[in-house]
Nanobody, 117 residues
């Protein structure tokens, strides 16, 4: 079991930026992968960005020009920098971690991001 705690959500105007952070209870470099997902009201949970143990990064096609996932080794956190935010980015953002390729993973409690127009 990996414990994950997200922070950094809030309300921002369209065009603004937010930085989310996910604290991890284990050395994140020992994990298979870490990712950010989001779920908008009435919508399904979707992958935003993922980083593998080796540092390979994957993004949702529609977000790769505005969002950046990174790892902070000093703080043992995975971060999501979100730029030029749009109202459609409004969602609860969740941190996710897998210990192996076949692990279904662990979820954080989520952090709300609201983008006003």
């Amino acid at each position: 079991q990996v414990l994950l705690v997200e922070s950094g959500g809030g309300t921002v105007q369209a065009g603004g930026s937010l930085r989310l952070s996910c604290g991890v209870s284990r050395n994140m470099f020992s994990l298979h992968s870490m990712a950010w997902y989001r779920q908008a009201p009435g919508g399904q949970r979707e992958m935003v960005a993922q980083v593998s143990r080796t540092g390979f990064k994957t993004y949702a096609d529609s977000l790769k020009d505005r969002f950046i996932i990174s790892r902070d080794s000093d703080k043992n956190t995975v971060n999501l920098q979100m730029n030029n935010l749009k109202p459609e980015d409004t969602a609860v953002y969740y941190c996710h971690a897998r210990t192996s390729r076949i692990d279904s993973g662990s979820w954080g409690q989520g952090t709300q991001v609201t983008v006003s127009s």
